[in-house]
Antibody, heavy 119, light 109 residues
């Protein structure tokens, strides 16, 4: 069964760049499938951030597109998220997930990592 | 942009049936997926492609989708079903992106 684990700093200063990594276990990321980042501000709902498909195409939430990038590192079997110019509104639990199907559902999720934006 | 609308809350007695709706313009033409999230945990996929269930999800969970409304139905509700439920689609109308509904808090009385 696929396992995902997010990692990264729990505290980021305003205007800096948030960088997170999702390590994938028990599955070779280069074998296929798509991958995604999703976040959830405290007490609020889920917000999709970005996806990278197995063909290399990347897709971003239009509201975040100018600040976000997603990439895959097959040598380390992980994928990453970068979000620039963060503000307090970027404070959230960040989840990584595997994506399945042409209509893109999320079948495996990491436990999440809380990122707080504060000086 | 495409919007998915869910009722914020729903209360059901144990043993009864819960129907959680997800409204969207012509949502019946899209594939809808549903997630259950318990406090402090990551979401869990419970229904995909409108009505298919992952093997580990009980048959009590079922889905349907037609017109402007998709529905997640939970039969014989149990205390352990108390959670937040989110619908999700992958929108191709203008760009490729995932959209979540605002979530429904299911309370088991």
């Amino acid at each position: 069964q696929v396992q995902l684990q997010e990692s990264g700093p729990g505290l980021v200063k305003p205007s800096e760049t948030l960088s997170l990594t999702c390590a994938v276990s028990d599955y070779s990321i280069s074998s296929g499938y798509h991958w995604a980042w999703i976040r959830q501000p405290p007490g609020k709902g889920l917000e999709w951030i970005a996806s990278v498909f197995k063909n290399g195409n990347t897709y971003y939430n239009p509201s975040l597109k100018s600040r976000v990038s997603i990439s895959v590192d097959t040598s380390k079997n992980q994928f990453s998220l970068k979000l620039t110019s963060v503000t307090a509104t970027d404070t959230a639990m960040y989840f990584c997930a595997r994506v399945l199907g042409s209509s893109a559902w999320f079948d495996y999720w990491g436990p999440g990592t809380l990122v707080t934006v504060s000086s | 942009s495409y919007v998915l609308t869910q009722p914020p809350s729903l209360s059901v007695a144990p043993g009864q049936t819960a129907r959680i709706t997800c409204g969207g313009n012509d949502i019946g033409t899209k594939s809808v997926h549903w997630y259950q999230q318990k406090p402090g945990q990551a979401p869990v996929l419970v229904v995909y492609y409108d009505k298919d269930r992952p093997s580990e999800i009980p048959e009590r969970f079922s889905g349907s989708n037609s017109g402007n409304t998709a529905t997640l139905t939970i039969s014989r509700v149990e205390a352990g079903d108390e959670a937040d439920y989110y619908c999700q689609v992958w929108d191709l109308s203008t760009d490729h992106y995932a959209i979540f509904g605002g979530g429904t808090k299911l309370t088991v009385l």
